[in-house]
């Protein structure tokens, strides 16, 4: 050994390259070899791993940074064009004081060249023909006694805001439609404002006065030639409507490209409105019809509070105010610029932004959409100077006190201070435990009349406003969810690989496509509500648009309760409207009205039937539970008017006598068939209840997007032909594992003696192999119809079955004998003893009365001619058709089988006198087929079932995603190389290892992922989205049976870890697969060795890619658009539809080809009589698996076994290239042409003779093939 070792290492300095000499003649080490790191690179690589998580990550994010921020090009054509804008909004002429509705008709009438001579009297599409006031409700009228005028700003009064204010060059980040705001806050001369303007709307009626004449003065001048001014109303408040400027041509005007201002009308500090009239508990609006009279012998007059209108008024005064607080923080905080624009970039790509894409399926998460730097600052300072705490003076508040919260360093990376801020979101309800910053002393009011405010509270410094009044309580469970989600991923292990992909799902994918996102989704058009009369609630919210997403948003959370851990209102871009009279189109207003619904399940609760309300009174039960009574506590008249109609009266099983509501499972949404995840969509029937209820909004207007169940019931249109099959469906997966469980007691009972006929072994075990006993097929198996043959019941199909539908799959069970010395020890009497061991049985089963059903040993002896004869191979199994109609595959286990093919594989040392003869080549070979195949079947197949099964228990939507992926394999004909084991474990992997519902080593679903994923259709995209990025290479782990670290990483030897060189895929080999490791098959092969190839495995990137390109640009409406399958293949089979006994599965049925030939197309063909029953018998199945056993090494054969009517072929492209003719090519081979590629000056080479092999496909395929097509 050392001589070999010293040999290596003088091999290895052979191989190095020289030394350089310098001037001083000292060698040094060429650049090309590794340099040991120096004492400060050291320090720096510690640093980056303790501050950033590794240095990879830190130079990812170091990276990011610059991408999304100005470069500084432009910015000295912005301060230009400032400087311009300042110049020219000081210089305004003031505008005396007149009635609104004089002042709005003298600018409505002004013209768009005021001020500029005319040259030539040419039209101008641009030009605007007078300016409208954006009026707040309640609008001016001729009866009001107050004024509106026009004062200039001062020098002092106009001033940058926001990020570009702090530090352009650090903090201003982009918005998701590529463009940087500049915000520049005008203060409004105090002149213009009465100390009585904070009611009824005045102070806003004159801002937007204000604003109406600012926005007039742009028409004109060559200042605004090229600029667009347009009004910006946030969230579809008019309140809060603001000026953006934007070059009609940006690469030619005076603002950069990519820029736009945002011009604010603000209070000035020393404003006559005192700032006591903000607090939340105050009544700004103070008109009549909306007042309460008492009860009292003195009527006296009551005005409700005004928290919304207040705290509109209130943002009115806070820029300049955050303007001075986020200076502090940035001077005071090393590392808050580039902390806060990697919080900017994450709530981005999570639509916790404004964005004015124009894009199909671009939302905003509900108000958010002028949520700029401001809220995440605040955050910052939040974990860094802590927060007061506020006690309500009487002790009595419906908020909950929040734990003291450790203050963090000031000196923490950007990462660090990152994950702080994600730390507080996960963990802070801001609804139930209000914010209070630190920050002045004395505050304009006081502080605890919050606590009695419903919504969520964060109150910055200042103390005068709460910057989370605009943001409804289901966004901020959201954003919870997400903080969650992404400190789960960021708890990772860190290594290279795992750092770029970590980086990438936190900062670089975009999460706002809400298919992926949330595991209901709904849509709804905001028009389709009847207009009602104008309410308080409506004039305190601003404008009815935000009043009916506010009450839309409750009434669903108060409905769906404990169900939803998030509910979501999802808006379409806002965009900025002309400062003319508006003349939005249709087609504009209804995509501005189109408001989605997301829903995140709380998985232990969103599947219930019932809705428990609160315990009947006599008189509820004596009348109709859903009529309001007098003397209904508030309680129930709260539930009775949630629920309407839909509340009963009920009494259960204790005893409990109340009003509930319950939601009935449907029978059959496709001609009878049940859809089996239905519980998974009571929470969207919920949604779809109450907006018909009570916004009369009709049910076939309300859609719902996230399901892709359509492609797991048979195709709408084949009702007929299914016949009686169709109720069928709607026993799922239980009656034929009930089934499966009575077999299971039989053969029990028969192996015990209990019954008549016995077998000389006591039966230990049987056990489940198969998909459609762990829910995971992708259709339930039917059970089979009785035929009145005297045959049997299930002799002879029922002729009421359409030829097309006469497939009964059979399921895999194992039984274990107890071990014996009876058992032979050689390998062809093994065989003969299972068999005697299954007569046994099938005997047993036969001599009970009560057996109605088949039962038949099954003697494969195609599988021994095909190995020459040789007996050794597992080719006995008994068939077993229960009396109710399920159809078993029951094969025989002994141990001693894999030692005694073992001993063939590798025989004894012995001497042949003691071992006897060496076997035969061939009989090696099956020997070893023998041995994987039985490896496969006996042990790892049922404790693969055993896993999967427990996923099915521990993870709702884990089965429902698992049939999805497998359809869309299907349906891409890639089942035909990947088996189902292998998906199975794909999606396991994804849901343990990649999507929020960690599965912790108690077999339970943790929630330090942010909750788990609720949906089948949910977990389906996220597979996707998963697969479309993965490097099947490299291979994946799923820890199925133990979970030894927190990280959910099962334990591997040192020696195999998934980035070793021995468990990476070299490219070029030909059978090339997926590594699926588990702790049991630790080289991740099992399910693999068949493939999918080099090839399928890249395809299966690509069409997962294409299916999140058509889920994020709106084109997966109709799901089975995104599931039809590729017809480039070098030639197709058409297979004959009267042959396929599962053409009624397919996704593409031509209902024309059921009918029967004739004048009367509404006939189905005539039923074929006395079609014997064959258990899992499939022609086409069949035919393929002989093309793939004859032509695998020439062909890639593919084809959807859920009623796929034709079989793809692609060549070996290696084949098609000339070479020398030699003997025993292993193909059919013809000589090549002269126009063929071959090598010049060689004659007599061969190539694939493409037809012959296609004429020899087609005879094997007689009466089973209609014809062929060739593409190449």
């Not at 400060?40 to 950033?52: D, G, H, R, V, W």
């Not at 954003?479 to 860190?494: E, G, H, K, V, Y």
């Not at 750092?499 to 298919?515: I, K, T």
Request: glycine share 8%; charged share 25%; net charge neutral.
């Amino acid at each position: 050994m050392g001589t070999k070792r010293k040999r290596a290492v003088d091999d290895e300095q052979k191989r190095a390259p020289p030394a350089e000499k310098t001037e001083e003649g000292e060698q040094t080490v060429s650049h090309n070899s590794h340099k040991t790191p120096s004492a400060p690179e050291i320090t720096q690589i510690k640093q980056s791993t303790a501050l950033f998580r590794s240095t990879t990550f830190h130079a990812l994010l170091t990276s990011l940074v610059p991408t999304v921020l100005p470069k500084a090009s432009t910015i000295p054509t912005l301060e230009k064009f400032l400087f311009d804008l300042y110049a020219h909004l000081t210089g305004l002429k003031a505008v005396e004081g007149d009635h609104p509705l004089r002042a709005a008709e003298r600018l409505a009438s002004t013209p768009s060249d005021a001020g500029v001579k005319k040259k030539k009297k040419k039209e101008d599409k641009n030009a605007v023909t007078g300016i409208s006031v954006p009026w707040t409700k309640p609008i001016p009228t001729e009866d009001v006694n107050w004024k509106v005028s026009f004062e200039p700003p001062s020098q002092e009064g106009i001033r940058l805001v926001g990020s570009w204010a702090g530090n352009a060059k650090s903090m201003c980040v982009k918005n998701r439609s590529g463009e940087w705001g500049v915000d520049l806050a005008a203060e409004m001369p105090s002149e213009m404002f009465q100390e009585k303007d904070f009611s009824n709307g005045r102070v806003f009626n004159k801002r937007a006065f204000f604003l109406a004449t600012l926005a007039s003065s742009f028409t004109s001048g060559d200042l605004f030639k090229n600029i667009e001014a347009l009004y910006e109303s946030p969230s579809h408040d008019p309140r809060r409507t603001c000026i953006r400027l934007r070059s009609r041509d940006p690469d030619h005007g005076p603002l950069p490209k990519h820029f736009y201002i945002r011009i604010i009308p603000v209070l000035p500090p020393n404003s006559p409105i005192s700032l006591t009239r903000l607090a939340p508990t105050q009544s700004n609006l103070r008109i009549q019809s909306f007042s309460d009279p008492s009860t009292s012998s003195t009527p006296q007059v009551t005005h409700p509070p005004s928290p919304a209108y207040n705290s509109s008024l209130s943002l009115t005064t806070l820029p300049p105010t955050l303007l001075l607080t986020i200076h502090t923080y940035s001077t005071q905080i090393p590392s808050f610029n580039e902390c806060l624009v990697l919080l900017r970039i994450w709530a981005n790509q999570r639509g916790y932004c404004p964005s004015f894409s124009k894009e199909k399926g671009t939302w905003n998460v509900h108000g958010f959409e002028d949520i700029g730097g401001s809220l995440w600052a605040l955050l910052i300072g939040v974990v860094i100077f802590g927060e007061r705490s506020v006690v309500s003076k009487n002790g009595v508040s419906g908020k909950e006190k929040a734990r003291p919260r450790m203050k963090v360093g000031k000196g923490l990376s950007s990462y660090q201070l990152f994950r702080a801020v994600l730390d507080l979101l996960a963990s802070r309800d801001f609804v139930r435990s209000p914010c209070f910053m630190e920050g002045e002393a004395t505050t304009p009011y006081a502080l605890e009349t919050w606590l009695e405010y419903e919504g969520p509270v964060l109150v910055e410094p200042s103390g005068r406003c709460n910057v989370l009044s605009t943001i409804p309580p289901g966004s901020l469970d959201l954003l919870r969810t997400d903080a969650q989600s992404t400190l789960f991923i960021l708890n990772r292990p860190s290594n290279s690989s795992v750092d770029e992909d970590v980086f990438g799902e936190v900062f670089a994918r975009d999460e706002r496509e809400p298919l992926g996102r949330f595991d209901a989704y709904l849509e709804f058009d905001l028009s389709q509500i009847p207009a009602s009369k104008l309410t308080f609630a409506e004039l305190d919210a601003g404008s009815r648009r935000t009043y009916l997403l506010a009450k839309i948003e409750r009434r669903i959370r108060d409905a769906l309760g404990s169900r939803a851990i998030a509910v979501v209102l999802l808006t379409p871009h806002n965009p900025p409207q002309p400062i003319s009279t508006p003349t939005s189109s249709p087609s504009t207003a209804s995509e501005i009205n189109r408001i989605g619904v997301g829903i995140l399940f709380d998985t232990k609760e969103a599947y219930r039937l019932v809705d428990h309300g609160p315990p009947a009174s006599e008189t509820s039960a004596a009348t109709s539970a859903s009529e309001t009574q007098e003397d209904d506590d508030p309680a129930t008249k709260a539930f009775k008017d949630l629920w309407g109609p839909k509340a009963e009266l009920r009494r259960f099983k204790d005893g409990r006598i109340t009003i509930s509501v319950v939601w009935e499972i449907p029978a059959s949404t496709v001609g009878g068939m049940m859809v089996h995840n239905a519980r998974e969509r009571i929470p969207a029937r919920i949604v779809t209840y109450i907006l018909n209820h009570h916004f009369s909004i009709p049910s076939s207007e309300i859609l719902e997007r996230s399901s892709f169940d359509d492609v797991l019931v048979p195709t709408k249109g084949v009702e007929r032909a299914l016949g009686p099959i169709a109720p069928l469906y709607g026993l799922g997966w239980r009656g034929k594992i009930k089934a499966f469980d009575e077999v299971v007691k039989r053969l029990k009972s028969i192996a015990d003696g209990e019954a008549e006929g016995s077998v000389p072994l006591g039966l230990v075990n049987v056990q489940p192999a198969s998909s459609d006993l762990r829910y995971t097929s992708v259709f339930p198996s039917t059970p089979l119809i009785p035929s009145t043959s005297s045959d049997g019941k299930f002799a002879k199909w029922s002729p009421a079955v359409h030829r097309n539908a006469r497939y009964i799959p059979a399921s895999d069970i194992i039984l274990q004998f107890e071990k014996s010395n009876k058992w032979p020890d050689d390998l062809p009497m093994v065989q003969k003893a299972k068999m005697a061991l299954l007569e046994g049985m099938a005997r047993g089963l036969f001599s009970s009365s009560e057996w109605t059903g088949r039962a038949e040993v099954v003697v494969d002896e195609s599988l021994l001619e095909l190995r020459g004869g040789w007996g050794g191979m597992d080719h006995v199994y008994l068939d077993i058709v229960s009396p109710e109609g399920y159809a078993f595959r029951a094969w025989v286990y002994h141990d001693r089988e894999a030692t005694l093919l073992s001993r063939i594989i590798s025989p004894s040392p012995l001497p042949s006198l003691l071992t006897g003869e060496k076997p035969p080549i061939w009989v090696v070979a099956a020997a070893k087929e023998a041995l994987e195949i039985h490896e496969k079947r006996y042990i790892h197949a049922p404790r693969h079932h055993a896993a999967m099964s427990a996923l099915h228990h521990r993870i709702p939507a884990f089965s429902h995603t698992v049939r999805l992926v497998k359809r869309f394999f299907g349906s891409w004909q890639l089942l035909s190389s990947i088996e189902e084991e292998a998906v199975e474990l794909l999606v396991a992997g994804w849901f343990i290892n990649h999507a929020s519902s960690a599965v912790s080593s108690t077999g339970t679903g943790g929630t330090e992922g942010g909750g788990e994923v609720g949906s089948g259709s949910r977990g389906f995209v996220g597979v996707m989205r998963w697969l479309a990025s993965w490097d099947w290479r490299t291979g994946i782990q799923v820890p199925l049976y133990t979970t030894t670290s927190s990280d959910n990483q099962a334990s591997l030897p040192e020696t195999d870890t998934p980035d070793s060189p021995s468990n990476t895929i070299n490219p070029g080999a030909i059978n090339a697969s997926w590594i699926l490791r588990t702790e049991l098959d630790i080289k991740g092969g099992m399910w693999t060795t068949s493939g999918p190839h080099v090839g399928v495995a890249d395809h299966v990137k690509v069409i997962a890619q294409a299916f999140v390109d058509a889920v994020v640009e709106g084109r997966a409406d109709d799901p089975k658009s995104v599931f039809l399958p590729s017809d480039t293949y070098d030639f197709t089979l058409k297979l004959k539809v009267e042959a396929l006994p599962r053409y009624l599965q397919g996704l593409d049925v031509k209902e024309e080809l059921l009918r029967k030939a004739g004048n009367y197309v509404n006939l189905l063909q005539e039923p074929v009589q006395d079609e014997p029953v064959r258990v899992d018998f499939d022609p086409a199945i069949m035919y393929l698996r002989d093309l793939q056993r004859v032509y695998g090494d020439t062909i890639q054969f593919f084809h959807d076994p859920y009623g796929g009517s034709i079989i793809g072929g692609i060549f070996n492209p290696a084949l098609n290239v000339a070479r020398p003719w030699k003997v025993l090519n292993g193909y059919s081979t013809r000589t090549a042409d002269e126009g063929e590629e071959r090598k010049k000056g060689k004659k007599g080479e061969i190539v694939l003779n493409v037809d012959g092999v296609l004429d020899e496909i087609v005879r094997m395929g007689e009466g089973l093939i209609e014809g062929a097509i060739k593409n190449i």
